[in-house]
């Protein structure tokens, strides 16, 4: 239901990105690094500003749990799958 983001050098824990209502299947930063993307089986995609600790938006529009999401390479499209 949440979302850790961690400093890979040291092991400490960044923020939780908290919002999703149940199970998260997967994660992704854009090539920035400035935004995460995650999926849930709450049949919803979030996206997230690392930075600020805090939800942009949320992506509706699956009818069931979306397991997978993936940003373009250049950071302008975001696809996801249920």
Do not use: Q
């Amino acid at each position: 239901t949440l979302v850790k983001i961690w400093n890979a050098a040291t092991g400490a824990e960044e923020c939780t990105l908290e919002g999703h209502s149940d199970t998260v299947y997967s994660v992704m930063f854009s090539a920035d690094g400035k935004l995460v993307a995650s999926s849930s089986r709450d049949k919803l995609v979030k996206i997230w500003d690392v930075g600020k600790g805090a939800e942009v938006f949320t992506l509706t529009g699956h009818s069931e749990l979306v397991f997978v999401v993936a940003f373009s390479p250049d950071g302008t499209r975001i696809a996801s799958g249920s």
